[in-house]
Nanobody, 121 residues
Framework: QVQLVESGGGLVQAGGSLRLSCVAS????????MGWFRQAPGKQRELVAS???????TYADSAKGRFTFSRDNAKNTVYLQMNSLKPEETAVYYC???????????????WGQGTQVTVSS
């Protein structure tokens, strides 16, 4: 079994900051891609930022310059530092990772349960 557990969400005023964390646990042979997504009420889930195993990061245009995706491989943990938050970024934020549990197994997508981020105006 593999579990992704997010934390760090909460209520913040516009212009404030939050740091989200996502810890992967269980039987893990290798982690490939990692990403943060968000889903606002009534909207589709969208990619916020992603990072490849080689360390290359990609950000949504709305996140560039304000969000930073980082990882600690030793702890199987990824982070999303979010600065200058806006009310329209209120959403549930999800961690997503491509994980291979065993050496002969294919990579599979895993999702966390999500953490609520609410930005007040």
């Amino acid at each position: 079994q593999v579990q992704l557990v997010e934390s760090g969400g909460g209520l913040v005023q516009a212009g404030g900051s939050l740091r989200l964390s996502c810890v992967a646990s269980g039987t893990i042979f290798r982690i490939n891609s990692m990403g943060w997504f968000r889903q606002a009420p009534g909207k589709q889930r969208e990619l916020v930022a992603s990072i490849t195993n080689g360390g290359s990061t990609t950000y949504a245009d709305s996140a560039k310059g304000r969000f930073t995706f980082s990882r600690d491989n030793a702890k199987n943990t990824v982070y999303l530092q979010m600065n200058s938050l806006k009310p329209e970024e209120t959403a549930v934020y999800y961690c997503n990772e491509g994980i291979k549990r065993l050496v002969l197994e294919a990579f599979r997508d895993y999702w966390g349960q999500g953490t609520q981020v609410t930005v007040s105006s």
